[in-house]
Nanobody, 117 residues
Framework: QVQLVESGGGLVQPGGSLRLSCAAS????????MRWYRQAAGKERELVAG????????NYADSVKGRFTISRDNAKNTVYLQMNSLKPEDTAVYYC??????????WGQGTQVTVSS
């Protein structure tokens, strides 16, 4: 079955960096666009970044442009989110997403990112 497992979250000071990883299995990874979402406490889940199947096209939320970079390694079935110049407002649970695969969207369990001094 489809599985997405995020890792790399943690506590970081403002201005710091983190790299999130999402290891995928159970589907042909190289055929699907992948996305990172985040959800802050009390707020709706929002799209942070997306990348097409071969990695040729990337898009970002305005709030993270110039600071975050999405990438993927199709040989490792993994998508990454490099986050630089982190701000307290980036604090959220970050989720990996793929879909639809046969009409269904899939989510990882999420990884907490906290930006605080």
């Amino acid at each position: 079955q489809v599985q997405l497992v995020e890792s790399g979250g943690g506590l970081v000071q403002p201005g710091g960096s983190l790299r999130l990883s999402c290891a995928a299995s159970g589907f042909t990874f190289s055929r699907y666009s992948m996305r990172w979402y985040r959800q802050a406490a009390g707020k709706e889940r929002e799209l942070v970044a997306g990348i097409t199947s071969a990695g040729g096209v990337k898009n970002y939320a305005d709030s993270v442009k110039g600071r975050f970079t999405i990438s993927r390694d199709n040989a490792k079935n993994t998508v990454y989110l490099q986050m630089n110049s982190l701000k307290p407002e980036d604090t959220a649970v970050y989720y990996c997403n793929v879909g639809p695969i046969l009409t269904q969207n899939y989510w990882g369990q999420g990884t907490q990112v906290t930006v605080s001094s």
